[in-house]
């Protein structure tokens, strides 16, 4: 079949939640992905920041390959041995002393969002029912019906009403605004340190240091959302850490499994994630042994292939050269490490027409946020990779 074909099946039988471009991916290799027809593109989308590592890793495929063999899923009903290996290098990775595993990154959102309330209760003393949690205008944390009760993407709550109650919404980058809109009965701030599907837009410097004394000041939670931006894509380890800040929660997902499986998970210490006891959550697939193992070998690339550092220099270096490259259409070009987004003037006409023309030329992107260009690429490219594309790149943000 060919890619019109699959094209029309999907159309017809598929629900119609997405507008793809028009490439039908067969397989990948790092940074390479190739369609039904045999046409080769470099992913500068990376499924959103969730192939950090590559696509079909073989160092991960052959960890899948090898738990497959031998278990895929006991249920947290018993234990495997997988699991505990994985929160303790997860754990030692960064710095706090618990992590709860799901498996979308919305899941882990929702995992949190519970986490919170209860602390706010248990150990806050906020009074029964009444824990309000503080977010960003423009955020995006996922899809179930509680996370798009604190959208202000009017598209993703049209039609999902009643929403759940308890949330606050703030500009993001204002920290007197947070401090103005924190009361005795907040127990939590949510915050992505770089907004992504926001447009790839990150705060003031010292922003979240800012965040940080005011939520330490009202014993208010500060989480950061690191389910994009975390695991090497800004260019450290977390994007929170440009402001040498430690939040009380984290929460991780994509590329925590370097693309080849749902895993997510929510760090804390054990003052916010001792607040669970056995049957108050769970998750039927959470903390499987198959997503275990595929997440630890996930953790070792990022490492040992020193994605992160990778990130850092090339990111700079694409940055620079991408603002060397821009045309009349551009108004800014942002980002930190391989997290970058171009953002166009209105007048532009749309970021879309210029993904489709990258993709005509072997480049895929996706728009973001309508006028801004996203590159994301896998951390593992290279510097000629990153020099090849900007050929492209150059020619296509100069079209009329
Ligand atoms: C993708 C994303 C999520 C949701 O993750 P899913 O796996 O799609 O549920 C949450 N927060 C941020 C910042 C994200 O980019």
Redesign the pocket.
Known sequence: MNSNEFIAIEEQYGAHNYHPLDVVIERGQGVWVWDVDGKKYLDCLAA???VNQGHCHPRIINALKAQADKITLTSRAFRNDQLPLLCKELCELTGYQMMLPM???????ETALKAARKWGYKVKGIRDGQAEIIACAN??????IS?VSFSTEEQYKDGFGPFTPGFTIIPYGDAEALEKAITPETAAFFV?PI???GGVVSPPDGYLKSVEEICRKNNVLFVT?????GLGRSGKLFAHYYDAVRPDMV?I??ALSGGCY?V?AVLADKPVLGVFNPGDHGSTFGGNPLGAAIARESLRVLVEEKLVENSFVLGNYFREKLIEASSQHVKTVRGKGLFIGVELYPGAGGARRFCEALMQRGILCKETHTHVIRFAPPLVITKEEVDWALVHIREVLSME
């Not at 955020?139 to 179930?144: E, M, V, Y």
């Open positions: 959103y920041s969730a498996n979308s990154g919305a899941e882990a959102v955020n995006f944390a996922g899809r179930t996370i992505e907004q992504g599907e959302d690191e389910i994009q931006s929460i997902g994509k749902p997510s």
